[in-house]
């Protein structure tokens, strides 16, 4: 997979021709990675994803964002392996799957086992969904962290040796702001708690 930035971005974000590009490479891999970990989002386009979530309830937010299409419904513990998009009983709206009306009653033999439930308990979608490009914060941190990696692959701030000592002036404050900048994100875009994925 892709990473969220290039290596010429990010020579031009360090103001310095002549990275080595495998390193630089690595970098903005590891922080790519790290971005993905931390919000739970792939952001890069991707089609025909499928995942399990639980129901019991009238609204499903999909763990990637956004969506663009949900093209198959499976409600497996009501025996039904290819639900009809086109039924009607449900609508995608900003990336949360709303079930319309009691579909429980449309299915009388829908049981969960200790009684009838008016929604699945168990829902399987397929959808597309991702950005067509990389939002320009996302992109941003992704700069920041790999910039760090790249200057300073140690994480020192300060080096001594006999009567030398060598300060990185400003490291800890610059590291600071990129972590506030990657908790800004995670705050937009982690994965709702409610569209954890059924292992």
């Known amino acids: 997979m892709p990473s969220f ?23 903005l891999d590891l ?5 993905q970990d931390a919000t739970g989002q792939t952001f890069f386009k991707v089609t025909g994803d499928t995942v399990t979530l639980r129901g019991y309830r009238r609204n499903i937010p999909l763990p990637q964002r956004p969506v663009s299409a949900v093209t198959a419904i499976s409600l497996t513990d009501w025996g039904f392996t290819d639900y009809p998009a086109a039924y009607g009983s449900w609508r995608l709206t900003n990336s949360i799957l709303e079930w319309r009306g009691d579909i429980g ?3 009388p033999e829908a049981d969960s086992g200790v009684g009838r439930s008016m929604w699945p308990r168990l829902v399987t979608v397929t959808y597309d969904h991702g950005f067509d490009t990389i939002p320009a914060a996302v992109k941003d941190v992704c700069l920041k962290l790999a910039a760090e ?3 300073n692959p140690e994480g020192l701030d300060s080096e001594r040796i006999d009567d030398y000592q060598y300060r990185r002036t400003g490291r800890i404050q610059a590291g600071q702001r990129t972590f506030d900048d990657l908790e800004a994100l995670v705050r937009r875009y982690r994965t709702n708690a409610l569209s954890v994925p059924v292992l």
């Open 149 to 151: 990696r790249y200057s």
């Open 5 to 27: 930035a290039s290596t010429a971005e990010l020579g031009s974000f360090l103001q310095d021709s002549t990275l080595d590009p495998t390193s630089a490479q690595l970098a």
């Open 31 to 35: 922080a790519t990675g790290q971005i």
């Open 105 to 107: 009653a449309q299915y």
